[in-house]
Every structure is written in structure tokens, then in C-alpha cells.
T-cell receptor, first 114, second 115 residues
């Protein structure tokens, strides 16, 4: 079975500051990990995914995440926050069963202060 | 760019009524999913569907729920007799292939309110 924990349901940063959103996983098989973003009144949009090809994964909108097996982590970072980054961010792990469904973390709401 | 669409965006219903939520997955995708998100809670998997049958379902997906692909484009979720606790945002997703690494593309969701 797989699970994901996101530390911090709310994170607030100033515009231009570093964004760090934390995700830890538990998986009995090699994990495949995803970060999705949800803007207000919209669906979930893929930011990036880890597929074992490279431990540092670059995504859209300047975000990246690093897979660290020793720490069972897949934290999302962005060097400089923009106001438009304010949204909810979800980390998810793909199951190894026939349906390959996603198991999501609880989400982190990112607020960006001017 | 192709996208998953869902209708309606909002649905209000009385407890005990049947509702059908509709989704049009991306046209060349073969795997379809329903998830839900109760307000303030995690996004939860309900069911996956491939080759006209359910491939996995969660404990939430009991006999009150059913899914169907009635034609080549639509994918529906039916709740036979809604309960107050069914109030949630329901997301449809689709995926092109069978690899665990394939991206699931999500629709904008249907907000279901059961009164």
C-alpha cells in the first residue's frame, strides 16, 4: 500500500521568497510521485512527476522537486514565489495495482504575500 | 490542448434522489477514474475503469454508486440514492495508457450538494 503525507496544510511566503512544500511518502514498491496544483474553482493540473529517470524533476511554472529515497521525500520548491502561485498543492503516489489510482496527500494551501 | 470536461459544474439535489455526473475524457485515453474531495479533506479515489469494466474500486464505492461508458465519449458516475455525506467535489480523470507513470488528467470537477 502507498500513502503520502504533506506537512503543513497552509504555507505563507512573501513574493520573491523561496517556496518549499513538503511531501513524504510510504510505499512498498518503487514509488511514482506526482505534484498537482489546484487553482480556485479549477481542476487538478499536473506540475511535475517522478518516474525514476532522474531524482531532480523540473516542472511547469518554475517548480521543481527532488526525490530522496533515504528520506522518503519528494519536496516541491520554487526559488522565487509569484502572486500567481497562490493555490492548493497536492502530492500523490501512483498505486501498483491494476487501476494505478493516485493516493493523495492532504494538500497544502500556498499563500503569497505582496 | 485536449482536456477532460465535466458537467454540470454544480448540482444540488435532495437526499434520496439519484444523480448522474458526466465526464468527457480525452479522446484517445483508455483509463478513466472518479475521485471525490469532501470539503476540507483529501482527494479520495472512488473507481477506475478500463475496457468497459471496473478495474479497481475503493471502499467508498458501494452499491449506491455505478459507472458507465454509454458511448464512445462519455463516462458517467451515478449515485442511486444520495446521502448528505455524498456532498463533495467529484473529479473525473483519464489516462492514455497502462503505465504507472502515465499522467492522469483531471477535469474541473462537479460540486455536488445534497440537501
Amino acid at each position: 500500500a502507498q500513502s503520502v503525507t504533506q506537512l503543513g496544510s497552509h504555507v505563507s511566503v512573501s513574493e520573491g521568497a523561496l517556496v518549499l512544500l513538503r511531501c513524504n511518502y510510504s510505499s512498498s514498491v518503487p514509488p511514482y510521485l506526482f505534484w498537482y496544483v489546484q487553482y480556485p474553482n479549477q481542476g487538478l493540473q499536473l506540475l511535475l512527476k517522478y518516474t525514476s529517470a532522474a531524482t531532480l524533476v523540473k516542472g511547469i511554472n518554475g517548480f521543481e522537486a527532488e526525490f530522496k529515497k533515504s528520506e522518503t521525500s519528494f519536496h516541491l520548491t520554487k526559488p522565487s514565489a509569484h502572486m500567481s502561485d497562490a493555490a492548493e498543492y497536492f502530492c500523490a503516489v501512483s498505486a501498483s495495482n491494476a487501476g494505478n489510482m493516485l493516493t493523495f496527500g492532504g494538500g497544502t494551501r500556498l499563500m503569497v504575500k505582496p | 490542448e485536449p482536456e477532460v470536461t465535466q458537467t454540470p459544474s454544480h448540482q444540488v439535489t435532495q437526499m434520496g434522489q439519484e444523480v448522474i455526473l458526466r465526464c468527457v475524457p480525452i479522446s484517445n485515453h483508455l483509463y478513466f477514474y472518479w475521485y471525490r474531495q469532501i470539503l476540507g479533506q483529501k482527494v479520495e479515489f472512488l473507481v477506475s475503469f478500463y475496457n468497459n469494466e471496473i478495474s479497481e474500486k475503493s471502499e467508498i464505492f458501494d452499491d449506491q454508486f455505478s459507472v458507465e461508458r454509454p458511448d464512445g465519449s462519455n463516462f458517467t458516475l451515478k449515485i442511486r440514492s444520495t446521502k448528505l455525506e455524498d456532498s463533495a467535489m467529484y473529479f473525473c480523470a483519464s489516462r492514455v495508457g497502462a503505465a504507472r507513470t502515465d499522467t492522469q488528467y483531471f477535469g474541473p470537477g462537479t460540486r455536488l450538494t445534497v440537501l
